[in-house]
């Protein structure tokens, strides 16, 4: 199961540098997790500092 950012992304980007496999980009007014890429990992929800990254 793939993660999300939710509403809550103050877009630090701390969870960009996280990912190990690159799936955190930019979006328009938050970071977005590429659901196809996504290996459930947690890496990018456990290095959020405001907790806006959760498992779909």
Known sequence: MA???SDACVMCG???GECPIGAISEGDGQYVIDADQCISCGSCAAGCPVGAISEE
């Open 3 to 5: 993660y999300v950012i």
């Open 14 to 16: 701390s969870c960009q």
